[in-house]
């Protein structure tokens, strides 16, 4: 694997088993704290971010990635103090980890901004719900708004959902999540998840 390092044609060889470390580390954090919700994105932060140069270790990186993840996706963020210790690991270097790994990514919405786009979904899907019964045989309820297709107000929602989504993440998760992002390393994130 060739990682870009900066400058004009600045490159530098990776060790090929890079990936298959950073994955087995963020592994061992959900196995071992028994939460399997954002794993995936965990991985491919990690995967995107770490830098072992930084001297705080895979493990604590991985617990990091891991607990910025389950933050902006809205799960429950394992306490530090219980992961370091069930992990035995230094929580100062989950915290340094943690900082370096944030300070790479774009801040998510403000909550208002978030509260307006589930709004904007449930309101969306209160007329799809709306517009599909009409479609359907018997039902004699009316169309919230006249020549408003179903397949219109899906499309609508997608693209809502899909806004909620980067809102929440921020940018550079965001991208991440759908494989699109050369992350701050100058690669494409890899990961075992991406071919899972």
Known sequence: MIEYIGGEGEFR??????????????????????LPQGESLARRLLAAEYDPDEGR??????????????????????????????????????????????????????????????DAIQSIRNRLQTAEDDGNPGHHGRMVCPGESAAELRAHLDRLEADRSMARLGFTLYDLAHGNSIARTGRRPQSGADHA
């Open 13 to 34: 060889t990776m060790p090929q088993d890079t990936t298959a470390r950073t994955d087995a580390a963020v592994s061992t954090v959900v196995y071992r704290l028994r």
């Open 57 to 118: 270790g895979l493990l604590p990186s991985a617990v990091a990635a891991f607990r910025i993840v389950r933050r902006r996706l809205g799960y429950d963020v394992p306490p530090l103090c219980d992961a370091a210790e069930t992990l035995d690991i230094d929580p100062r270097d989950v915290v340094a980890a943690e900082r370096t790994l944030a300070a790479s990514l774009s801040p998510p919405a403000d909550e208002d901004e978030q509260q307006r786009l589930d």
